[in-house]
């Protein structure tokens, strides 16, 4: 979507030019796919015989083989034209039987390994448990293209910085106003996203259009840049408003491990009617001007339930003996 002004006034001071501690970083997702073995796990060979020749990645089943015996992973067959890297024969279907009952009875490291994950598994728990590892990389929050980037937190604040050019702000409270000279233009276009620094910890504000249920809507909502156990730690608010009337949203920032699309798709956040957006927006309902405030807050631990619980008892217990007391009063 183009937009005609986009004007960011944040409360809280800018992170301007300031540094991000930089940790493990990736410039593609297809970077992730090699799963290095460590020295100490090399007690024979058998993991050299597992090595795809092609992208050196360990092979799993279904392992393929040409005439010669020369093997390869099931992902790089499709991409030699099916001949043998090795001896440029034709491949044909040949699965490698045996190799593969010796890669299903091997134990191999967490493929993120080298990310900190100590975790050794056999071969099909292993990839059930890199699918939902705590330390796998995050993909790129950014929703304007699809970029494939990934890596760590520190490193993705970098990148939207740097790359995306999107606007930085530290604080936990935020004020944006925007302006649109056609409303109508609502093709599944995102806006803005918008990153702050608070508590220590990065979230992203989106704001978009797009349509629903054939009617154009305008969407805000906020992202954890982090996992889900740690974003349930948070809550924020989204506040839009004119002429009298205000919306108000209240929940839990969503993880970036679901993708931008999933959360928008789930309605997870404040939804604003371009009619009711018109009328916010206050003239003649042909331009829109929206401002959206919110905040975001640290969720205090969760007390010790069993005191509240004896209390609740209690207090119950004496309400209803002083319910039969006034019953006796009025029988009187």
Request: charged content about 20%.
């Amino acid at each position: 979507m183009e937009y005609d002004s986009i004007e960011c006034v944040s409360t809280s001071d800018g992170l301007g030019t300031k540094e991000i501690p930089h940790h493990h970083h990736f410039t593609s997702s297809k970077t992730h796919n090699v799963n290095v073995i460590p020295s100490k796990l090399h007690p024979t060979s058998v993991h050299e015989l597992l090595e795809c020749p092609v992208c050196t990645n360990s092979m799993y089943p279904p392992i393929h083989q040409c005439h010669n015996g020369h093997t390869l992973c099931s992902t790089c067959k499709t991409l030699v034209n099916n001949k043998c890297p090795t001896c440029r024969q034709e491949l044909g279907d040949i699965r490698c039987l045996a190799l593969e009952k010796v890669a299903e009875s091997l134990e191999f490291p967490c493929k993120y390994f080298q990310l900190g994950c100590p975790e050794i598994f056999p071969y099909y728990t292993k990839l059930k448990h890199e699918l939902i590892c705590n330390l796998r990389p995050y993909s790129c929050p950014y929703a304007g293209s699809e970029c494939s980037v990934v890596g760590d937190i520190p490193f993705l604040v970098t990148h939207l910085r740097d790359d995306h050019k999107v606007d930085m702000h530290s604080g936990c409270t935020f004020n944006h106003r925007y302006v649109k000279s056609n409303p109508r233009e609502v093709e599944n276009a995102t806006w803005m996203l918008t990153v702050f620094n608070c508590f220590g910890q990065y979230f992203c504000l989106h704001f978009e259009a797009f349509q629903l249920s054939m009617a154009p809507v305008y969407m805000a909502f906020v992202r954890f840049m982090g996992d889900e156990q740690d974003a349930r730690n948070y809550s924020y608010s989204l506040e839009v408003g004119g002429n009298g009337r205000k919306l108000i949203w209240e929940g839990t920032p969503r993880s970036i491990r679901d993708g931008h699309r999933k959360v928008r798709d789930s309605h997870d956040g404040l939804i604003i009617q371009r009619n009711m957006a018109l009328f916010f927006s206050g003239g003649e309902r042909k331009e829109l001007k929206l401002r959206v405030t919110g905040r975001i807050w640290k969720e205090p631990p969760n007390p010790d339930a069993g005191p509240c619980i004896l209390l609740w008892v209690v207090m119950d217990f004496w309400h209803n003996v002083v319910d039969c007391l006034l019953c006796g009063v009025d029988d009187g």
